[in-house]
């Protein structure tokens, strides 16, 4: 993976970039629009990105651990073969978002929005989620808002 030259790209607009084979580890974004962007073979282990848009992009075969991700849109974004492990999400909005083979152990998202995001292959071990909307969430074909509905009249 070659080094980035430059891991600042504060206010940054980056609207369909590709980033392929890069190194981004601690990487700084800050008010930046990565949207409809490519992200192919990218380490962004550790990175902070606070207040992005990577809506409407595909990210293959990326690493978020450690990252720190805050106001960040993830929305209508198709992500394969990622991680996530140990992320922080604050205020992320996942919103029908394609998560497929991604590990998001240990994992923790407070204030994110979930809705209508389907979620294949995704491991949630150890996950913690607060104050989420999961309108249409789908884990392995199974409608979460439904299953808890489901369980809480059985209460």
């Not at 595909?58 to 140990?86: H, M, P, Q, T, Y």
């Not at 994992?107 to 913690?128: P, Q, Y």
């Amino acid at each position: 993976m070659a080094p980035s030259p430059d891991r600042d790209h504060t206010g940054a607009d980056l609207r369909a970039a590709r980033y392929e084979d890069c190194d981004l580890r601690d990487a700084v974004m800050i008010e930046c629009s990565l949207e409809k962007c490519t992200l192919r073979d990218v380490s962004l282990k550790g990175a902070t990105l606070d207040d992005v848009s990577l809506s409407d992009s595909s990210i293959r075969n990326a690493s978020f651990e450690r990252a720190a991700l805050d106001d960040v849109n993830l929305g209508r974004s198709k992500v394969s073969n990622a991680s996530f492990e140990g992320a922080t999400f604050d205020d992320v909005s996942l919103k029908d978002v394609s998560l497929k083979n991604v590990d998001a152990t240990g994992a923790r998202l407070e204030d994110c929005n979930l809705e209508g995001a389907t979620l294949r292959d995704v491991s949630l071990k150890n996950v913690v989620i607060e104050e989420a909307d999961i309108d249409g969430l789908i884990i392995n074909g199974v409608r979460i808002d439904e299953l808890l509905r489901a369980a809480s009249k059985k209460e």
